[in-house]
């Protein structure tokens, strides 16, 4: 299983490769896209400008290019929004041919529209469909494979069973012939919410919806202590069903602290994945890059297992020696 992870700088680009990603995604929203169409009708749902969280200019991917040549290591570019309306596809064909001129050839599409017109229009690009589609049987699988796709990336809330499920059933459609990757989430951002349903933004203007506070279980009035949390909540003047998150008590430096699938490596093999992704576009530099190189300990520690026990209690042993983050995104 080869390691993608989320890369939000260019300067970062070297540093990652040292530490053993083996892909990477990126998003780009060029100025243009910006000027005209602001955060409301997202390119790909990051529109972030204070923060290093994207590519917004033609020469960083012209920099970008140089540097995918020196260390051959591939960089998908990012158009996640779930749908477009119907003046933006050709503006967005433009800006992915202007990548295919620099040689980016796989692009992780969420809207199948869009996905339809760039093959009407005749663009060969890789496709990866994206984990924001919420491909969740065997025969939305096989739609999608009409398409010509590269790689399947499941969503959050697959579970390793479903996906082994739609895997297997793929190959036996494909057969020998059959080529399609298979991309599961490992590290960071276990979101309360399945993409494909979220319509909420990640952008300067407003406070990312994953981040609103919760409560993680039911509540009910005859609880004896709802009452003096409504009492105190009143006092404080928030909302009575408002409350902190449990991940964002964790150590912010505790690998997979937002979202952890380590335990699940010996699985995810099983099932069939070829690509583990690594969440972290906008995270601090040096937290992406422990991330990347435990995950990357953790692959060099299944290799030589040989049973899940044996690779959870070495990787345990490793990289959570006081305790791991219980944030699971496989149980």
Known sequence: MKIVA??????DYPAFCE?????FFCGYVPYAWTKRYGTTLALNRREVLCYQVQLGAYSELEILAAMREDYQRPVHLTFNSLYY???????????????????????????PALMVYLRQQGVDCQIHLSGETGENNRKMVETFQNLDLKRMIFHRKN????????IAAEKEAGGKRSRTEFEAFVLNELCQFSGSFC??????????LCRT????????????????????????????VSSEPEYLEMEDDLCGASGC????LYRLQEAGITHLKLVGRGNHSEDMKADIQNLHKSLTILKTAGSEAEYCRQMKQQIFPNGCSSQCYYR
Do not use: N, V
Request: glycine share 10%; hydrophobic share 35%.
């Open 6 to 11: 989320g890369l939000g700088c260019i300067d």
């Open 261 to 264: 699938g380590l335990c699940a």
């Open 85 to 111: 309306i119907p003046e933006q596809y050709p503006m967005i064909e433009e800006i992915i041919r202007s990548c295919m001129d620099l040689g980016f050839q796989s692009f992780i599409l969420a809207d």
């Open 19 to 23: 530490a053993g990603a083996d892909e």
């Open 159 to 166: 579970t390793i069973e479903d996906m082994a499920s739609m």
């Open 199 to 208: 319509h909420s933004l990640h952008c300067d203007e407003l406070g990312h």
């Open 213 to 240: 506070p919760y409560w993680l279980r039911p509540q009910k009035a005859e609880d004896p202590g709802w009452k003096k949390r409504l009492e105190t909540f009143r006092e404080e003047g928030k909302s009575a």
